[in-house]
């Protein structure tokens, strides 16, 4: 058996008395669409915060394709191949479009492109191939800030995409768009986990159980069910959980 691209076992945050994220297990694979629903509150973000090594977990460990790698830094969990998106906006609105995922790419590197020319075009290499992707060709020198909505939030999924991970970890994606925007959006997520390993947070039930492979149900930063999607709809905890919902 292939080790999964990213493995998560008995993942703890406590932020003082609350414990935001509680002995979550879970494995993301190549191919795999991989969604985690659950109310406000109930430890989304704070997960991927560990996924990614943004926050350093109080116990457990995390593993990418079989290493352990519980404990680094962003930076170098990044690099190991994991691409993340914010719930609230990152990009720089004073850039253009072609800087803000230059620049993710460049940092992925970790190599300053004014002392070396080569990274320089293998970051700009990378960013076009990841605007590409996502479909903003022709948008590359528009200033981010003055991007609509749903393209910018195409622009984080790019910069996400820009360092080649192979996992992409997407916090909220869809989150503000319109109908159309958030079906478009949708299939290219859909179509990034063909070659990519996705975790996927969102609130649009329609959607998660239209596109996902898996979904995981955090209440109160415990994982309460995991399985496919008819498993979770026909699950009555998950009933109980989101009673007055219709899943
Ligand atoms: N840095 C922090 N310090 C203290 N408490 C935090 C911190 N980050 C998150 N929390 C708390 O941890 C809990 C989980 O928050 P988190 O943002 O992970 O939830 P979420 O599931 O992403 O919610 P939403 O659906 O609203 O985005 C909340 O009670 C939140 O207030
Ligand atoms: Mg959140």
Redesign the pocket.
Known sequence: MTAAALAAHGLT?R??S?V??DGVSLALSVGELHAVI????????????LLAGE?APSAGRLLVGGREVTGWPAWRIARAGIGRSF?KTNLMRDLSVFENVRLAAQAATGEGWLRRASAAGRAAAAARAAIARVGLEGFEEAKAGILPHGRQRLLEIAMALASGPKVLLL??PLAGMGAEESERIAALIRALAADHAVLL?E?DMDVVFRIADRLTV?VE?RVLESGPPEAIRASAAVRDAYLGHDL
């Open positions: 945050r932020f003082g609350l935001a994220v659950g109310p406000n509150g109930a430890g989304k973000s704070t997960l991927v915060n926050l719930q916090d909220e947070i609130h955090m930063g």
